[in-house]
Nanobody
């Protein structure tokens, strides 16, 4: 099993920025996909963005042009730079990582609140 430790959430005003980080507890394994889901109160969990070890990325339509995902393969760490934040981005953000055998691990979640 791989533990994922998230950081960087918090309260920000509309139009502001936050940067989320997620580090895997093991760096000696290959993680194919890393990314972020989010879940707002009363809503289903949705994919925000993910990134393959090759660098290929995928974004939800609602965050394209505002969020940027990146990763450090050597450290098995993924980042989510969130700019131009909107109140509708308010949610708990969960990091995930998919490794060999399609095993997926999840972080504990970090709260992002966009409010004036």
């Amino acid at each position: 099993q791989v533990q994922l430790v998230e950081s960087g959430g918090g309260l920000v005003q509309p139009g502001g920025s936050l940067r989320l980080s997620c580090a895997a507890s093991r760096t000696s394994i290959t993680i194919y996909f890393m990314g972020w889901y989010r879940q707002a109160p009363g809503k289903q969990r949705e994919l925000v963005a993910n990134i393959h070890s090759s660098g290929s990325t995928n974004y939800a339509e609602s965050v394209k042009g505002r969020f940027t995902i990146s990763r450090d393969n050597a450290k098995n760490t993924v980042f989510l730079q969130m700019n131009s934040l909107k109140p509708e981005d308010t949610a708990v953000y969960y990091c995930y990582a998919t490794r060999s055998g399609y095993k997926t691990d999840w972080g504990q979640g970090t709260q992002v609140t966009v409010s004036s």
